[in-house]
């Protein structure tokens, strides 16, 4: 294995590159499943347009990923300074706080050794939006930033927070419960719409001044890159392009589900845990078209006990064919003899695993919904793939992107919440019912559909995202002149 060194500077002896690929862009993605895939995606997209990308993933241990098919880009783990830390004794704000000071010191080293060595040093640093002291570290360097949002509805709202236009707590201003009005698209929100961190404001402090600190200096950055497609978000974009120049760049999924341009690529190239794959989808094939329900609630949320046993029974009663996953963190709070029930094999109701593929499971002819969570990333998936969603929203942007699905895009159902915040049985297998077999089946797949080819479109040759992304490309191939 190469020394990181030896990867930073190669051989001179090695074959000279096409002059586009001498036009060095580094990446920095924040070690989150659900940041870094959508700026990997990017990363190969801008590799395949020529340009030599450098991806970094500020980790202590390269075993801690599982990175696969990123050969068109260079990988570089650099340290987040965790190797003798006891993170679960620090705080949210000290943990944040340790974060940055360790990786923005293994940038500055990761820079200057890849700056000094390379006949064209890098000059663009493509950075998470909430890593916003990395664009003064390009500066520093004598770099350009281009700061990269990894949704685009949420980030206006934080915007809005940080200037002052929205007032926290958040509070409704309106007869109807509505809190904005401008952009207009935003009065479909009521104070519980919008993201846990300006709703319950001292439950995360440390948060709130994290996600509100990407436009502590935002307007520096030559590049404000979004993953989402105009389309998608056209009036929130057209109002938030007047405000400043941004780039829409979406939707950042392997290109085999979409375009198809770009070779190999199949996936995401990174995953957290060990999906069944194989398992998924000898289940799935069994199954007849759009009769299975795929639950999903990603690598990070966890539910309450009471609220995952009401989930378990409002599944078991559905009509409809389930595959679950649930991770291993998560299956003690399975009710009792629940995985015996359900039955494993072809001839049961369900299949319930750890983890899967989930691009692989949404664009199974097999499957007809999607009950979700609603991060930004599976809604991008679904809306990309056309899966109709049944919506549980926990925290963060969560309530706000499941808003968007039923009152904006109408691809979906939300599932509605008791007056002790828990979503009973009942209701879930109303949701579910109704999506797979009931009215608004029909309505809810064709806007599914239409927001599919969509999605497709934009991103292909000729497309919103596809123009910006060559407009990009363009940008940086011209400071390498």
């Not at 300074?81 to 990786?103: P, T, W």
């Not at 056209?234 to 120049?245: A, I, P």
Request: glycine share 6%; with cysteine; aromatic share 8%.
């Amino acid at each position: 294995m190469l020394s990181s060194r030896e990867r930073i500077c190669p051989s001179s002896e090695q074959p000279k590159m096409h002059p586009a690929k001498d036009v060095n862009v580094l990446v920095l993605a924040h070690p989150v499943q659900g940041h870094i895939n959508p700026m990997l995606q990017f990363s190969k997209r801008l590799a395949s347009m020529g340009l030599r990308v450098t991806f970094l993933i500020p980790m202590s241990t390269e075993k801690s990923l599982n990175l696969v098919n990123a050969s068109s880009i260079q990988v570089e783990y650099i340290s987040e300074g965790l190797d003798n830390v006891e993170v679960d004794k620090l705080s949210i704000d000290e943990y944040l706080e340790h974060l940055r000071v360790s990786v923005s010191r293994s940038l500055s080293d990761f820079i200057q050794k890849h700056q000094s060595c390379q006949e064209n040093p890098a000059k663009v640093l493509i950075y998470d939006s909430i890593y916003c002291w990395a664009l003064d570290m390009a500066m520093e360097h004598d770099m350009h930033g281009a700061s990269f949002f990894t949704q685009c509805v949420v980030s206006c709202i934080y915007y809005l927070v940080h200037q002052g236009t929205v007032k926290l707590p958040v509070e409704a201003v309106d007869g109807q419960g509505r809190v904005l009005s401008d952009p207009p698209v935003m009065s479909v929100l009521g104070p519980n719409d919008f993201p846990s961190f300006v709703v319950d404001v001292d439950k995360y402090p440390a948060i709130l001044k994290l996600v509100l600190g990407q436009f502590s200096n935002f307007r520096k950055a030559k590049w404000l890159l979004f993953n989402t497609f105009t389309e998608l978000e056209e009036e929130l974009v057209n109002w938030m392009g007047n405000q400043w120049s941004l780039m829409t760049v979406g939707p950042t999924i392997p290109s085999v589900y979409m375009d198809k341009r770009l070779e190999d690529d199949k996936d995401y190239g990174l995953s957290l845990f060990e999906p069944e794959a194989e398992a998924c989808l000898r289940w799935l094939d069994s199954k007849p078209p759009r009769s299975t329900v795929y639950v999903s609630f990603g690598s990070l949320a966890s539910l309450g006990e009471d609220q995952m046993e009401e989930l378990a029974s409002g599944l078991r009663s559905m009509k409809s064919h389930l595959l679950w996953v649930v991770r291993e963190s998560e299956e003690k709070k399975l009710p009792r003899n629940f995985m015996q029930e359900l039955g494993l094999d072809d001839d049961k109701k369900g299949l319930v695993v750890r983890w899967c593929n989930q691009l692989q499971v949404l664009s199974h002819g097999s499957v007809g919904c999607f009950m979700t969570y609603c991060g930004w990333n599976s809604t991008l998936e679904s809306l990309s793939l056309g899966v109709p969603m049944v919506v549980m929203p926990q925290w963060t942007d969560q309530p706000t992107n499941a808003t968007f699905i039923v009152e904006v895009w109408k691809v979906g159902l939300r599932v509605k919440a008791n007056e002790r915040g828990v979503m009973t049985a009942e209701e879930i297998e109303s949701c579910v019912n109704e999506i797979m077999g009931g009215e608004r089946r029909k309505e809810i797949r064709e806007n599914s559909l239409k927001w599919k080819e969509i999605a497709k479109l934009a991103i292909d040759k000729g497309g919103s995202s596809d123009k910006n992304i060559q407009e990009f490309v363009s940008n940086v191939l011209d400071l390498g002149t």
